[in-house]
């Protein structure tokens, strides 16, 4: 209201309203402006929030560290309304802070409200009790060690929060805050129950959980020395002086007195007994001055009770003093909370705190609870749990307004019996105690609802019972109260019947209605005494001589010891079914007439040997049993048509099962079978025929012949039927198939054969073939899915073998695995698995998504073993290449001469042109010489070399592989090598006798003859690809050869070079002609010479005088003569040749200028398709090496391409690697390339440099290009 007028009355809003230099805008709820005034906007702020929020201030959770800023402002230091203030859960180390220095606790006079929990406060100011409005204060959560004296002035306190600090003590100022309702000092540090406490007449409340407390004691305050000293008025001298109360010594000033008269008062220093009252009283005080209480608690050590000592007479009691014994004063108190002390006991003073109602003493060491506790009629809730009580007093069922009990985690051995008497009792927990029993009197407790006595050694009332609900419990507790009264009622005889025995009813009412059932038996001779709870058979009922059929089921405490009378022989039917009977009467032959034998669900481990004698039983049912064999003679019953023997622990079946040539239906589901006997499939007659959750694997070989209609063979671990299973009698009968969980990958081949109306259940199997997800397209999906298969199947078989494939059908279904077994080259493992996975998604699954068909798939495979197969061909052929070239380099190792290797040539190039060879002897080649003479560390066999060179093959490398390989290859040139008797220029044969060189002489054995370049497939199409790109580049040069003669700047050059032509060829005739003169005079001199021989020789043979001829022999003189013909002939070949340069020199030079020029541009042609080859051929090069290629066609076996490869990594960029250098020259060349051709004649005097075959092929096919010129 203040704030209201404030704001009615002045003008200062006003004018803070105009200050503000531009508007305020609001997101959410903080405030931003832009002002120009700061403090007046804030100013309006808080007036606002102080109007809006009622006089509220909260800063909660803002991680600040003192009290807002807008606790500074002038107005609100002016006005000081705020009523509550809320900063919790920040970081405040105290309330005032020296961030707003202008604010005291004065400013917070007004303040009603304060929370300031969750901080880090450790003192409060001096003056807090200025804070006098002051009713409810939050300090829980800080370090609060002490309060402030000034505390006392919080007269209107009501209620104080100091929880979780670390008080130690309570000062003595707290009994003056009178209206104090409501305290709570737990979890602190309190040792002793403070004695400021009893003195707040208004507290309701008290909380003092979690300190260290280990008795209820009041220690009350002490004195203080000034309290030894009166004022006293000294008439001698006229002053007020201090008077000593103990010695009656007078002193002006307190501060010098030497306490001389008091240490020589002896009664103060010695105990005191009770019954000396003034000296007790003397001694009392003066040890309270001292610091000294009158009694002092002391723990034992020995027992950890504690026991008081008086200090003034120095007796000690356990019993507390009644100086001690404050706790009763607090009579207002309504709650007392004292949770995870120490307390052994209450004070005896406790039974007048007669407005308790709720007392919670949780986590103590209470051993018991005074009698006094009964005084309490207003306590309603008692929570006593987690301590040490053995025993109640009785007192305690006095507490009428009981509503809630806790003992639980006690040590009590029993309860007060009249506990049950409690008119208000709701909740009772007595769990994790030492009860055995409970008192009978909690029957008779109408009001309870809730009770829990679990972890107890529990016997009356059994625990058992304790699960069937309270109720349960009470009418137990009800009954032994009422056994107890009244004594035990007497016995009763009953009869239960009904399922599960739900109907009771008195002994002698069920014999009479028996009697009365039995009585009723029709013409039909039925008697249907079926869930009676019969324990054995009436005895009327075995006198019933004309009794047909009789029912027995459900009496599951049936016992038929004695067998069956005679007069029951001529029974029809006898069903004793769910009796749970363990064994039947061995006179079970009497029945000689019976049809129909029901014996499901009991617990018959075997049947007797005389069932076998019941020849006329046509079913006999004992499904549900124990049973782990069937009698051997069982083949007896042979009018048995129906056969029940469902849920027992059959392992076997006996072979003379298969004799039962009546029987139309047999279940042995839900047994051990693990197998089925061969015999069975001689029942013809079996419609029926379930055997579904066993453990079978398979199914008798003979089951097609079976022609049952219903077969039920799911639940099994059978992983495989046959294809025919469907193909002859059962496909035939069936109309009804089950196969549901199993381990089965596939249906059977034959399962499209099966009627189109057969009901197939299948499901939860592993199916691959169909695919499981088809089931749900019914039965003719399936039918045709089974049938396309088995075509293609079919198929595929007839294709394969076809082509020499030997293979196994069984490998390709369920799923095709290791399907090649034979002729399968040198495909590898890896091959083989992909071809599996093929033919499995050709034939089985989901075959209809496969693209290829079986013979795409067959000749596929056809291509890819002829593929491996020259691939590892081609393997070994380079490693032995590479074995030859190694021993080509290393020169220096004798180990292999030419006797064993060497090189030759072989008309075997593309055209039946030479190529090299290697000649290798077979004896090197695959057999080790010893160390010999020729040979002294010996020679290990070319074959081994080969071995060690080989990569890693997915097949060992033999002989037969080399030879193989040798023999087999065909290169597109035609074969690689081949076996021949060859000559070898020299011999390294040994005798092996002698271990001597042989030294033939010619030395002819038998050899392999490999080319030095093998080549594949890629590397003839690549070299025919080179060669046509060659000619065409040539026919390109060619045509803009053409255009270029054609032009005038060509025809002019064309002439320059005709007439430069011919005066070079008029000189070179002239010089030939010079040196055919030289030439002449030479053989004119050569044939003088010869004739001078000749004579020579002449005269040797005519035996003249050797100073005439000068010939020793006549080798000497044929020598000689030979030298000078050869010489003649040498000089006249010279001549000739001169002289048709000469003609042929002239003859061009005579030639008309047409064709002068057509031979120039021929050269030209030669020459530009030369460079165009070189610069293209570059290239290749290049490619092939980026690549990794070879070129077998580039040089003699690619020896240009190899020494290119050297030049060209030799010569490469410092720093710069090989293909960085090559992409670097290309680009160069490319470069080269786009600025055109420019033709020029240099160098075509010199036309061999510009030799190469691909351009003398060229030119031999493109003689007549120049035919145009003639005209």
Same mark, same amino acid.
């Given at each position: 209201?203040? +704030? ?152 209107? $306190? ?55 407390? +280990? ?75 001292? !610091? ?29 003093? %009644? ?6 004063? $607090? ?23 007669? *407005? ?33 009580? =053995?025993? $109640? ?75 069937? *609900? ?14 107890? !009264? ?50 054995? +058979? ?25 067998? @069956? ?106 047994? =051990? $079978? ?126 394969? %073998? ?96 030419? *006797? ?42 070319? @074959? ?10 997915? @097949? ?27 000559? @070898? ?287």
């Amino acid at each position: 209201a203040s +704030i209201e007028k404030l704001l009615s009355t002045s003008s200062k809003v006003e004018n803070i309203a105009k200050s503000v230099s531009s508007s305020v805008v609001t997101e959410g709820s903080q405030t931003h402006a832009s002002l120009g005034d700061d403090s007046l906007l804030r100013d309006t702020v808080l007036l606002n929030s102080l109007r809006q929020e009622d006089g509220e201030i909260s800063s909660a959770n803002q991680d600040t560290d003192s009290l807002p800023p807008s606790f500074g402002d002038t107005l609100f230091l002016q006005l000081a309304h705020v009523q509550r203030i809320s900063c919790a859960r920040n970081n405040l180390t105290s309330l005032l802070s020296y961030k707003l220095p202008m604010l005291s606790t004065y400013h917070l006079r007004n303040v009603r409200e304060m929370n300031l929990s969750l901080n880090k406060i450790q003192s409060l100011p001096n003056d807090f009790g200025l804070l006098a409005a002051l009713e409810r204060l939050n300090l829980s959560n800080n370090m609060l060690s002490a309060l402030p004296a000034s505390v006392s002035s919080l007269k209107k $306190l009501k209620i104080l929060n100091l929880a979780h600090n670390s008080l130690s003590t309570v000062q003595d100022e707290v009994m003056l805050m009178d209206s104090l309702e409501q305290l709570n000092l737990s979890h602190n540090l309190l040792a002793s129950f403070p004695y400021a406490l009893v003195r707040l007449q208004k507290l309701a409340a008290l909380n003092l959980s979690f300190n260290s407390c +280990i008795h209820l004691a009041v220690m009350p305050p002490l004195l203080k020395p000034r309290d030894m000293w009166i004022d006293y008025l000294d008439k001698s001298i006229g002053q007020m002086v201090f008077m000593n109360v103990f010695t009656r010594e007078k002193m002006k000033k307190i501060e010098f007195y030497d306490g001389a008269g008091v240490a020589q008062a002896r009664d103060l220093h010695v105990f005191q007994p009770e019954s000396h009252p003034k000296a007790y009283l003397r001694r009392k005080m003066w040890l309270s001055i001292c !610091q000294t209480y009158e009694w002092e608690p002391v723990q034992d050590s020995a027992t950890g009770s504690t026991y008081f000592v008086n200090n003034v007479s120095g007796e000690s009691s356990w019993t507390m003093p %009644a100086a001690l014994d404050s706790l009763g004063l $607090l009579t207002s108190l309504t709650e007392l909370t004292m949770t995870n002390n120490s307390i052994k006991e209450f004070p005896p003073s406790f039974g007048r705190l007669l *407005g308790l109602k709720k007392l919670v003493f949780r986590s103590n060491k209470l051993a018991s609870l005074p009698a006094d506790v009964g005084l309490l009629k207003a306590l309603a809730h008692l929570d006593l749990a987690s301590n040490e009580l =053995r025993l $109640l007093p009785v007192e305690l069922c006095e507490c009428s307004s009981l509503v809630e009990l806790c003992l639980n985690d006690n040590s009590l051995l029993r309860l007060p019996e009249q506990l049950g008497s409690l008119p208000r009792l709701r909740r009772l927990d007595l769990s994790v105690n030492r009860l055995s029993s409970l008192p009978f009197s909690l029957g008779l407790c109408s009001s309870l609802g809730f009770l829990n006595a679990s972890e107890n050694p529990l016997t009356d009332p059994p625990l058992d019972e304790f699960s069937k *609900g309270l109720q349960h419990v009470q009418w137990y507790c009800r009954s032994r109260l009422a056994i107890e !009264q009244r004594g035990m009622p007497p016995e009763m005889r009953y009869h239960t019947i009904g399922v599960l025995e739900q109907v009771t009813i008195l002994k002698p009412e069920f014999d009479r209605i028996v009697e009365q059932m039995v009585a009723a038996v029709g013409k039909d001779g039925l008697l249907n005494l079926q869930l009676l709870g019969l324990r054995k +058979i009436p005895l009327s009922v075995l006198k019933m001589k004309n009794l047909r059929k009789l029912k027995l089921d459900y009496n599951e405490h049936l016992q038929i010891q004695r067998g @069956f009378p005679h007069e029951l022989s001529s029974l029809s039917l006898l069903s004793l079914k769910s009796c749970k009977m363990t064994s039947l009467p061995e006179n079970m032959s009497i029945f000689t007439k019976m049809t129909t034998l029901v014996l499901d669900d009991n617990r018959l481990e075997q049947l007797p040997e005389e069932i076998v004698d019941m020849t006329t039983l046509v079913s006999l049912d004992v499904a549900r049993n124990r049973l782990y064999s069937l009698p051997d003679e069982v083949e007896n019953l042979t009018n048995l048509k129906n056969l029940n023997l469902e849920s027992n622990y059959l392992e076997y079946l006996p072979t003379g099962i298969g004799k039962l040539a009546a029987l139309t239906a047999l279940d042995v589901s839900k047994n =051990r $079978l693990v197998d089925l006997p061969a015999e069975l499939c001689d029942l013809r007659g079996l419609a029926r025929l379930n055997v579904e959750k066993n453990k079978l694997r398979c199914l008798p070989s003979g089951t097609a012949r079976l022609g049952v209609s219903d077969l039920r063979i799911g639940h099994n671990r059978i992983e495989w039927l046959p294809d025919g299973l469907f193909a002859s009698q059962l496909g035939r009968s069936l109309r009804r198939l089950s196969l549901c969980e199993n381990n089965l990958l596939q249906l059977p081949g034959s399962t499209h054969l099966l009627a189109a109306d057969c009901f197939l259940e299948a499901d939860y199997n592993p199916l691959l073939s169909p695919p499981s997800y088809m089931l749900a397209d019914g039965f003719r999906v399936i039918q045709n899915y089974m049938q396309i298969r088995e075509q293609r199947r079919t198929t595929f078989l007839e294709l394969m %073998a076809e082509e020499d494939f030997q293979l196994d059908p069984q490998s390709l279904v369920p799923a095709a695995t290791e399907v090649l077994q034979e002729g399968t080259g040198f495909l590898t493992p890896d091959d083989l698995a992909e071809f599996d996975q093929a033919v499995d998604e050709l034939i089985n699954g989901e075959f209809f998504k496969c693209p290829a068909s079986a013979a795409e798939l067959v000749a596929a495979v056809v291509r890819l073993r002829d593929l491996r197969e020259r691939e590892i061909y081609l393997a070994v052929l380079h490693a032995f290449l590479a074995v030859l070239t190694q021993l080509a380099r290393d020169k220096g190792k004798k180990s292999f001469g030419e *006797g064993s290797v060497f090189e030759a040539t072989r008309p075997w190039g593309r055209q039946g042109e030479p190529c090299g060879v290697w000649v290798v002897s077979l004896h090197c080649l695959l057999r080790a010489s010893a160390p010999s003479t020729l040979l002294p560390a010996g020679r290990p066999s070319l @074959f081994s070399l080969i071995q060690q060179a080989l990569p890693p093959l997915a @097949f060992p490398f033999t002989v037969d592989l080399l030879k193989d390989s040798l023999r087999l290859y065909q290169s597109p040139y035609g074969p690689v090598a081949q076996t021949e008797e060859v000559e @070898f220029p020299a011999c390294d044969c040994i005798d092996e006798v002698k271990n001597r060189p042989r030294r033939h002489k010619p030395c002819v054995k038998a050899a392999v003859v490999l080319a030095k370049s093998v080549y594949v497939e890629e590397e003839a199409a690549r070299r025919e690809q080179e060669e046509a790109e060659y000619l065409q580049r040539f026919a390109e040069v060619d045509d803009e050869l053409v255009v270029w003669l054609d032009s005038s700047e060509g025809r002019k050059c064309a002439g320059l070079e005709v007439t430069r032509r011919k005066k070079q060829m008029k000189e070179e005739v002239a010089l030939r002609r010079e040196m055919l003169q030289g030439q002449t005079l030479r053989l004119k001199k050569a044939n003088e010479e010869h004739g001078k021989l000749l004579l020579r020789r002449t005269a040797y043979e005519n035996a003249e005088p050797f100073e005439v001829h000068g010939y020793r022999t006549l080798s000497e003189a044929v020598k000689e003569l030979s030298v000078a013909e050869g010489r003649v002939l040498l000089l006249r070949e010279r001549i000739q040749t001169l002289k048709e340069s000469i003609e042929g020199l002239q003859r061009q030079i005579g030639l008309e200028h047409a064709k002068a020029v057509q031979l120039c541009a021929a050269d030209l042609l030669q020459k530009y398709c030369c460079l165009t080859y070189r610069a293209n051929l570059t290239k290749y090069r290049r490619l092939a090496l980026e690549q990794g290629l070879q070129r077998h066609w580039d040089g003699p076996d690619g020896a240009d391409y190899q020494a290119w490869w050297s030049l060209h990594t030799a010569t490469s960029e410092q720093g710069s690697s090989l293909m960085e250098d090559l992409q670097q020259r290309q680009q160069d060349e490319q470069d080269n390339e786009e600025d055109g051709p420019e033709f020029s004649w240099d160098e075509t005097d010199h036309m061999h440099r510009f030799q190469c075959y691909l351009v003398d092929r060229y030119l031999r096919d493109k003689r007549s290009m120049f035919a145009f010129l003639n005209n």
